[in-house]
């Protein structure tokens, strides 16, 4: 049993899932950029306190499931969604879907997935995929950062369902309860409540460590890693900031290209040149976190790591949360309603 | 990132699948395309890992020190922290703390050996000895 279906690639898995499942639900128009600019995709927090893997525990993006979930508010399209207290459950509601041919977005633990590369197989549990039928026993899935389709066993699919630790899947299934016509009314709107949250988000939040305040954050404590850490210490957190910036699934100077990009589309719907000329500025937020990452490369590489080199590192960060903090002004000031 | 910019180098992903990236045109227009990967972050990657293999190697060798009981080499070669370890487990991370000591360790039951051997992905004698027999 397959259900119709057609497979997506994206930057980020779960802007992917939102996308595909919400193209079959009447949002035919949806892009990436767009649902990830309605989901108020873009974050940046540093949580104190907290390590991931031995290290600073970064997030440049919103709280795992925020996106799909805000998307489908906005465009008003109703979610089912549903976690599950025994594998057997998740099995038996799982395969009814595939029966009734409803493709299903699934939240997965990566350490288990057999089809990534060892490399990545972190124990990483908010990842997102849809399953999308059952063929020989097999169930095709639909994983948004590969560039085709492919398959897992049922003891495959339910270890990664049911994989442990924090954020823990639980089996977790959501998919949109029904097809609605989604006008272009409706994705105005959407991407202006999108666009008015994001701008609350980084740069409204009180405190010093979350939105561009938490990025000037970590660019103040960067200064003074090698000192409180010492090199080697100091090199693997410059990594780990790398890696959560980079890395599939997380992607932060990624993810402020498709905010530019979502920008850019917002153009289509709602034509205000402020749009535009918003969008270049992530554009050069984006070039600059890039920037960032070489240099942190050059340290964590040992070519080079320098007290003056840490300060350029965490002055990186400082410029990129005024860049960012521009930019949020500007969308904050736009008159939605002239 | 102009398209020219998309960094096309090897990674680890790249055996797998190339990447999707948001870059501008000529005309500044943004549209997806493709990446191999990205040396900055495949080094960083790297690195992790190499923090790792340490890490892996120092539990092993306070297991045979007698430091340390197994449970702290399966923790760090299955990548995990005493909070994953008693979320497959079951058992409170204080009591895994105390299991991480070797003398509390050789008094564990079959029961409860087994279900750290099962968080581990691993048998009882794997779990005892040390010595794995897949990868």
Known sequence: MTTEFKHLQAAHCENGVTTNLLQSAGAEKLTEPLAFGIGSGLFYVQLPFLKINNGPAIAFRTMPGLIFKRTCNALNIPVFRKKFSSKEAGKKYLDECLINGQPVGCQVGVYYLTYFPKEYRFHFNAHNMIVFGKEDGRYLISDPVMETATSLSEYELERVRFAKGAFAPRGQIYYPKEKKIVTDDQMRKAIEKGIKRNVNHMIRIPGSIAGVKGIAGTGKKIKKWKDKLGPQKAGLYLAQLVRMQEEIGTGGGGFRYIYAAFLQQSHDYIPKDELLDISKIFTEAGDKWRNAAVQAAGIYKGRIGSQADYDVMGDYLIEISEIEKKAFQALGKIKWNS | ?135
């Open chain 2, 1 to 135: 990132m102009k398209k020219e910019e998309i960094p096309q180098d090897d990674g680890a992903l790249n055996k797998l699948t190339k990447e999707v990236v948001y870059a501008v045109d000529k005309d500044g227009n943004y549209s997806s395309e493709l990446s191999t990967g990205w040396e900055v972050k495949s080094t960083a990657l790297n690195l992790a890992w190499n923090d790792i293999e340490h890490r892996i190697a120092d539990a092993k060798q306070k297991v045979l020190n007698n430091e340390a009981s197994p449970i702290l080499y399966f923790m760090e070669l299955r990548l995990m922290d005493i909070g994953i370890v008693a979320a497959y487990t079951g058992f409170w991370k204080w009591t895994i703390k105390q299991h991480i000591k070797p003398t509390a360790f050789k008094k564990l039951s079959d029961k409860k050996l087994q279900q750290y051997a099962d968080a581990f992905n691993v048998s009882v004698e794997e779990l005892k000895t040390m010595n794995m027999h897949d990868n």
